[in-house]
């Protein structure tokens, strides 16, 4: 993939860019050459717009394992595609939710049956990470 190195500056409503560059050393020099600027590095094409055109589904599993699916109705910008939200018994109970589900994440895919295949591998992957396993 393709990646972009922006020269910006300034902060908050000042913030702005200066120049943009295909090269990382050009951009770092420029940087150098210019008071209080930063590189900031993107990778051009990185979320796959398909994505954005299957339905998105809130994939929850219980401390029994029992994974369930749901439509997620998102109303505005969905953050934090495929990511598993860990919730452990400790935060639940302050928040609210109901203290048997673990893990949960919001996936794109066509079908049920696909969205929670995508999260039970999220889950297993995000079980070992924690287990130190990766």
């Known amino acids: 993939m393709t990646e ?9 409503s000042d913030y702005h860019i200066v120049a943009v560059y295909s090269d990382l050393e050009t951009a770092t020099m420029v940087s150098d050459r210019m008071y209080a600027s ?19 589904w809130r994939v929850q599993q219980d401390v029994s394992g029992r994974i ?7 109303y505005g ?6 990511t598993v939200k860990y919730l452990p018994l400790r935060i639940m109970a302050h928040s609210g939710l109901s203290s048997d589900i673990e893990m949960c994440a919001v996936v794109s895919a066509s079908t049920e049956d696909d969205a929670i295949k995508i999260a ?14 990766t």
């Open 4 to 12: 972009v190195h922006i020269v910006t500056s300034g902060s908050y």
């Open 77 to 82: 910008r969905v953050k934090n595609i495929n």
């Open 68 to 74: 369930q699916a749901r439509t997620h109705h998102a």
């Open 38 to 56: 930063r590189v900031e590095s993107y990778t051009l094409d990185e979320l796959d717009p398909e994505q954005y055109r299957l339905p998105f």
């Open 120 to 133: 039970a591998d999220l889950f297993a992957q995000h079980r070992a990470t924690r287990a130190g396993i």
